[in-house]
C-alpha cells in the first residue's frame, strides 16, 4: 500500500503543464499566431481545460483494491493528452523550435514500448 501511495504521489508531483496557460505563454507577435491554425489548437486546448475541471473524481476509486493503480493510470494519460495539446499549440502557434520537454514519442503506448521479436 505505501509503494503504491508514493506512486500515485510521484505522478502527481510530475504534472504537465497546461495547454492553455502554455499557449498564453507563447508570443501573440509571432506569425503564426493569428492563423487559423492556431486559433483551432488554442481552442482545442482549452476544451480539453474545460472537461478537466469538470471531470468527476477518482476518490471513489481509491477504496477498490486496484483504486490507486487506476488513478495513476489516469494521472499519467491526463499528463499525455496536456502534453501533446501543449506539443500542437507550440507547433500551430510558434516559428520557434519544439522546446525539449515537448519533444518525444505520444503515443498510447508512450515512449517505453514493448519491442518483441
Known amino acids: 500500500m505505501g509503494l503504491a501511495m508514493s506512486a500515485l504521489a510521484a505522478t502527481m508531483a510530475g504534472c504537465a503543464t497546461s495547454p492553455v496557460d502554455y499557449g498564453a505563454s507563447l508570443s501573440q507577435q509571432d506569425q503564426k499566431w493569428a492563423t487559423p491554425q492556431c486559433q483551432q489548437a488554442r481552442a482545442a486546448a482549452s476544451d480539453y481545460a474545460v472537461r478537466e475541471k469538470t471531470h468527476?473524481?477518482?476518490?471513489?476509486?481509491?477504496?477498490?483494491?486496484?483504486?490507486?493503480?487506476?488513478?495513476?493510470?489516469?494521472?499519467?494519460?491526463?499528463?499525455?493528452?496536456?502534453?501533446?495539446?501543449?506539443?500542437?499549440?507550440?507547433?500551430q502557434c510558434s516559428s520557434l523550435p519544439l522546446p525539449q520537454e515537448l519533444q518525444g514519442d505520444l503515443g498510447p503506448a508512450g515512449p517505453d514500448k514493448a519491442k518483441y521479436p
Open 56 to 91: 468527476p473524481g477518482w476518490e471513489f476509486v481509491a477504496l477498490g483494491p486496484y483504486g490507486l493503480g487506476i488513478i495513476a493510470a489516469t494521472k499519467e494519460q491526463e499528463q499525455k493528452q496536456r502534453k501533446r495539446l501543449a506539443r500542437d499549440v507550440h507547433l
